[in-house]
């Protein structure tokens, strides 16, 4: 095979199928075959141009693919374990240099070139930066770990994004919080991943306005599934935490209400940037509630080695619905996504191309 297929998100919502040559890996890098590619909010959000600089770009980045060609030098993964062809991989959707000040500061999820190969045109060499397509280029500094033989790819797709992120939302959680009672607004991917993953936090609480997440949500042991909140009142609170999952502006304005005096907002799931994607609340109420609020944007290499190693085990994240399309049906599929179908919408381009 000398070519592949993109899919390209236009900036006036149409998506484009282009196809490309399949360009040798440069060293340290890889080029993959899609398996599987999940359909994140973010890439919903992108979709309907929530994004304020994303336009003509090859969407996805929650995946598992798997290694057709190396540049023929040694490979490892963050573990250390070697990597060659058939080998297959989640790895990290952003780059970390290693040299900028962030990562030299240890916050290597913050790198300043965290996105130089994400979100790009797959009219930009090497044209397979985003996982909606065929093939994946994998580049030097984007850390990957090896998938374990018998993992399916439903799970290991959710691996490099909904669970290694839901993991680092835990891990901003301050442990003296913990024993309390603990809120999850979103019970999409990432907000049933961070339950997962929070196994420390003795009880949650999951909300979400759609009945068919709080269905998934109610098979978690250590959560109860909730379809309203009630009024806390303007300085009240129910929550020492609220993990905010959820990707609307408003999702804050409510966990403002339910977090207790001196608790913790963590914000993860809202992350448009739009001057439409406002909200209204008054700024003296995080002042006279002491509230402490923590932001998690991406996550490190410990998250990911842990979020396979999480799926590697017996998890409640197994029971989560899946619903596949072809490459071909993306728009069904981004519409199915929208409409919260399923507890994850998934392409996988094998059901295009009848196996590699």
Same mark, same amino acid.
């Given at each position: 095979?000398?070519?592949? @297929?993109? %899919? ?24 993959? /075959?899609?398996?599987? /590619? ?15 600089? #994303?336009?003509?770009?090859? +969407?996805?980045?929650? &995946? ?24 297959? #991989? ?37 044209? &397979?930066?985003?996982? &909606?397509?065929?093939?994946?280029? +994998? ?18 797709? #959710?691996?490099?994004? /909904?669970? *290694?992120? =839901?993991?680092? @939302? ?6 003296? +919080? @913990?024993? =309390? ?35 998934? *949500? ?10 309203? %909140? ?13 993990? %905010? ?6 999702? &804050? ?10 608790? $913790? ?18 700024? =003296? ?10 932001? @998690?944007?991406?996550?490190? $290499? ?19 619905? !899946? *619903?596949?399309? *072809? ?15 399923? =507890? ?6 094998? !059901? ?5």
């Amino acid at each position: 095979m000398t070519t592949g @297929v993109t %899919v390209n998100a236009l900036a006036d919502g149409g998506l484009e199928r282009r196809e490309h040559a399949l360009l040798p890996p440069r060293p340290g890098g890889a080029l993959l /075959a899609v398996e599987r /590619a999940n359909i994140c909010g973010s890439d919903v959000h992108v979709w309907r141009g929530g994004h304020p600089t #994303l336009h003509d770009c090859v +969407l996805g980045h929650e &995946f598992v693919g798997r290694i057709v060609r190396t540049d023929g030098s040694p490979m490892v993964d963050a573990r250390g374990e070697p990597l060659s062809e058939g080998d297959r #991989l989640v790895c990290t959707y952003f780059r970390v240099c290693g040299s900028c000040a962030m990562c030299a500061l240890g916050r290597t999820h913050l790198c300043e070139r965290a996105y130089d190969s994400w979100g790009h045109s797959s009219l930009r060499r090497p044209h &397979f930066r985003g996982a &909606f397509a065929s093939h994946y280029q +994998l580049h030097p500094e984007q850390i990957r770990v090896k998938v374990p033989a018998g993992m399916p790819s439903e799970l290991a797709a #959710l691996a490099n994004c /909904a669970v *290694a992120q =839901g993991l680092a @939302v835990v891990d901003a959680i301050r442990p003296d +919080l @913990v024993d =309390g009672p603990c809120l999850v607004i979103g019970a999409g991917a990432l907000g049933l991943a961070t339950v997962a993953g929070g196994s420390a936090v003795a009880a949650w609480d999951v909300y979400d306005r759609v009945p068919s997440r709080r269905r998934i *949500a109610e098979r978690f042991p250590n959560a109860r599934s909730l379809g309203e %909140v009630s009024s806390a009142g303007t300085l009240g609170g129910v929550y020492d935490v609220v993990v %905010v999952a959820a990707g609307s502006p408003e999702s &804050f304005v409510t966990a403002l209400e339910q977090v207790r005096p001196g608790g $913790q907002i963590v914000m993860m799931g809202i992350i448009n940037t739009r001057p439409t994607d406002t909200v209204s609340f008054i700024p =003296g109420v995080l002042t006279r509630k002491g509230v402490t609020v923590t932001s @998690v944007i991406r996550y490190q $290499q410990r998250h990911l080695i842990a979020a396979v190693d999480l799926l590697s085990g017996p998890t409640p994240l197994r029971e989560i619905p !899946l *619903a596949d399309y *072809a490459l071909d049906d993306i728009d069904d599929a981004l519409a199915a996504a929208e409409r919260h179908e399923s =507890g994850r919408v998934s392409l996988v381009p094998d !059901l295009d191309r009848g196996g590699l």
